[in-house]
């Protein structure tokens, strides 16, 4: 766990309260509360950044009527005055959403101010982003691409196999244990996977995957606890369980080796939905597999707005005269 945030920079301020007595102290308290009970360790850096940022503003700038949808707002205007992306914007804008909650439950702050924060507004997106994503072609050749004669090479491909063919998070990867693989309906299922939000959902895998999995199981000598585990340069087990920062690395480094250096885990998550919509699977389906709350935001993950196949440009009816020659209207 990293350092409270309470430290010799966040000291309480007198004036730095609210009608409701919310202190820059408890504000980091509360801060360091939810940071304990977040479970993946890239939302746990993300939001401590987040909290750090706006409570040192805070601090900074002592706004008259404390935590509230008025400081909020200032603080979100402060943010995009240092040219922060809209995205990172409306991720830090998150997390104060979040301390305001937490700050309500505990009686740190009134109901209505807590209310005003949620309604601030975060900074408006032109358009949506495509992202990355392999072809059936490249999603083959990088899950081949570890060398299968070592301890490591059955390992990874076992988690680009996973990932690929599942559309788990990292973190989802990390954590899957062998009691979360279980038959139902005569096929391969990880039951009862806690993703984010807490939200549970079963994900069907494919045999290959689960095969990838057996024959690395089998070499690694392991039958319970988590399924993956970190190995040394000699091909020996260090430890119980993979951080995510591990698998971050296996897939850059697979993804180097096939021409693709900036690949990363969540672009096999969205190559697990393309390539799955491209054969036909029902979109409420690829929402059920990656857990998404929202078959909206299914739809934005696809890109299901913009065809790349069959794309309006592609049936304009225009030519192009070829060099050297004059156009013709015949």
Known sequence: MEASLVSSELVPVSRATNDFGT?????AMLA???LKNLESDNSRISYKKSFQDFITWFQADQPDHGFSKDAVQRWV??????????STVNVR???????????LDNGS?????????????????AGVRAGNWLTREQAEH?????????????RDRAILALLIGTGLRR?????????HIQQRDGRWVIIDLRGKGGRLRSVPMPSWAKAAIEVWTEAAGITSGRVFRPLNNRGQLTSAFMQEANIRDLVHKYGTKIGQPKLAPHDLRRTFAKL???????????????????????????????NFHDAPCDRLGLRLSAPGTAYSLS
């Open 23 to 27: 202190t820059i102290a408890q504000l």
């Open 32 to 34: 360091d509360r939810i």
């Open 77 to 86: 205007n402060h943010l995009r005055s240092q040219g922060l992306s809209s």
């Open 93 to 103: 804008l998150a997390a104060i959403r979040k301390l305001a909650g937490e700050a």
């Open 109 to 125: 702050l009134a109901g209505p101010i807590e209310q005003g924060i949620r309604k601030v507004k975060g900074a408006k997106q």
């Open 142 to 154: 990088l899950i081949n691409s570890p060398d299968t004669n070592k301890l490591k090479g059955l």
């Open 171 to 179: 973190s989802e990867v990390a954590a899957l244990e062998f009691s």
């Open 276 to 306: 799955g919509r491209a054969g036909n699977a029902e979109l409420e389906q690829i929402q059920e597999s990656l857990g998404h709350a929202s078959i909206v935001t299914t739809q934005r993950y696809l890109g299901t707005r913009q």
